[in-house]
C-alpha cells in the first residue's frame, strides 16, 4: 500500500527567530488533495540529568502560550558555534 503524498504547492506565512510556518498543498495516494500545516523548528536539543541521588533534575520555565510556569527538561536552541556530540 502505498502512503506516499506528493506536494503539490507551498506558501511560507511566518518566518520567526525559532520557527518558520508554511502550509502546503499536497496530493494523497487516493488522488484527492489535502492542506497540511508545516512547522520547521530550528535545530535544538534537550536533556534528561539524573543527579548522583537517582532524581530526575528539571527546570521552572514560564509558557506564555498557557500562562503558566511548567516542570521541563534542560532544553534550548543550538548556536551555530555549539560544538557537536556527533563529532567528539
Known amino acids: ?6 506536494e503539490i504547492s507551498s506558501q511560507q506565512i511566518f518566518q520567526g527567530r525559532i520557527l518558520d510556518l508554511s502550509v502546503r ?13 508545516i512547522i520547521k523548528h530550528r535545530p535544538a536539543s534537550g536533556v534528561i540529568a539524573i543527579n548522583d541521588e537517582q532524581k530526575m533534575l528539571l527546570v521552572k520555565q514560564w509558557r506564555e502560550a498557557i500562562k503558566q510556569l511548567t ?15 556527533l563529532m567528539q
Do not use: V, W
Not at 516542570?71 to 556530540?85: F, K, M, N, Q, R
Open 1 to 6: 500500500m502505498d502512503l506516499k503524498e506528493t
Open 25 to 37: 498543498t499536497i496530493k494523497l495516494p487516493n488522488g484527492e488533495t489535502a492542506t497540511r500545516e
Open 71 to 85: 516542570l521541563e527538561i534542560p532544553a534550548g536552541l543550538i548556536d551555530p558555534t555549539d560544538a557537536s556530540l
